[in-house]
C-alpha cells in the first residue's frame, strides 16, 4: 500500500520545503503541524493565541472532511505553542471542538518560537478514518 500526498486548496503548496498538508496511509491520516494561514500564506489573528487555534482546527477539520471524516477521527494531538500562559485559552477552544466526552491523545510543548514569527501556535493531528 502506497502513502498518499494530500493537499487541500485552504493551504498554499509546502512543495517548496518538501512539506505535505497531510499524507495517508490506508486509514491513517497524519496531518502536518499547521499555522493559522490563509490560502495565501497570510498569517491569520496576529497577536491573538484563541483566533489562531479555532484557524488551526478548521484548517484540520478541512483537511479532515476531505478525506471522508471529521475532527471525532482524531485520535492523536501534538500543540506546540510560545507563551505558558495560552495552555488554558487554547484548552478551551479545543474543547469546543472535540466536545464534552470526546478524548484524544495529546501532548503540549511550549517551545520559545515557532518558524513563523508571527504564529503562536502550531498544531499537528493524527486521524483514522474508516474506508
Same mark, same amino acid.
Given at each position: 500500500?502506497?502513502?498518499?500526498?494530500?493537499?487541500?486548496?485552504?493551504?498554499?503548496?509546502?512543495?517548496?520545503?518538501?512539506?505535505?498538508?497531510?499524507?495517508?496511509?490506508?486509514?491513517?491520516?497524519?496531518?502536518?503541524?499547521?499555522?493559522?494561514?490563509?490560502?495565501?500564506?497570510?498569517?491569520?489573528?496576529?497577536?491573538?493565541?484563541?483566533?489562531?487555534?479555532?484557524?488551526?482546527?478548521?484548517?484540520?477539520?478541512?483537511?479532515?472532511?476531505?478525506?471522508?471524516? $471529521?475532527?471525532?477521527?482524531? /485520535? +492523536?494531538? *501534538?500543540?506546540?505553542?510560545?507563551?505558558?500562559?495560552?495552555?488554558?485559552?487554547? @484548552?478551551? #477552544?479545543?474543547?469546543?471542538?472535540?466536545?464534552?466526552?470526546?478524548?484524544?491523545? $495529546?501532548?503540549?510543548?511550549? /517551545? +520559545?518560537? *515557532?518558524?513563523?514569527?508571527?504564529?503562536?501556535?502550531?498544531?499537528?493531528?493524527? @486521524?483514522? #478514518?474508516?474506508?
Amino acid at each position: 500500500m502506497q502513502a498518499e500526498v494530500i493537499r487541500t486548496k485552504r493551504l498554499p503548496p509546502f512543495d517548496n520545503v518538501g512539506i505535505a498538508h497531510a499524507v495517508r496511509h490506508g486509514r491513517l491520516v497524519f496531518i502536518s503541524g499547521q499555522i493559522a494561514i490563509d490560502a495565501d500564506g497570510n498569517i491569520m489573528g496576529k497577536g491573538d493565541v484563541t483566533a489562531q487555534t479555532r484557524h488551526i482546527y478548521d484548517i484540520i477539520a478541512t483537511i479532515l472532511r476531505e478525506q471522508g471524516g $471529521s475532527l471525532r477521527n482524531v /485520535v +492523536k494531538l *501534538l500543540t506546540f505553542y510560545v507563551n505558558p500562559e495560552d495552555f488554558r485559552p487554547m @484548552a478551551d #477552544i479545543r474543547k469546543s471542538y472535540f466536545g464534552d466526552g470526546y478524548f484524544a491523545a $495529546s501532548s503540549s510543548v511550549c /517551545v +520559545k518560537a *515557532l518558524p513563523q514569527p508571527d504564529s503562536l501556535v502550531e498544531i499537528e493531528a493524527v @486521524a483514522i #478514518i474508516e474506508d
